[in-house]
């Protein structure tokens, strides 16, 4: 059992890894054009997509396709990365609790 979550703990840490270089390559693929065309907002955009469809898209209407899927790609980030690493605790606890009970 020890092993199976050790296995599952390392398991779960590598998938955050490869997690957060698979979207760091495509983020920045799409952030390039944007810094390239000037396109600027921060991150209050990325959460309220009234703000952004008033203050931003409607700017920079040529990179819509660009700034939504820049966006798409942070938020699926950020919730991937969020669930990794609630696993993380969670199996981190029971290991914890599993090695304390031996």
Known sequence: ????LITIVVS?????LFL???????????YKVLVQ????????HFFDK?????EVISK?????NEI???VRHMRYS???ASVLIALITIFGGILMYYRDGI
């Open 60 to 64: 920079y209407p040529n990179f819509r």
């Open 50 to 54: 009234e703000k952004m469809e008033k």
């Open 12 to 16: 779960l840490f590598v998938a955050m």
């Open 68 to 70: 939504e899927l820049f």
């Open 37 to 44: 065309n000037n396109v600027e907002f921060d991150a209050s």
């Open 78 to 80: 950020i919730s991937m």
């Open 1 to 4: 059992m020890f092993v199976i």
């Open 20 to 30: 957060n270089v698979y979207f760091r390559v495509k983020v920045f693929k799409v």
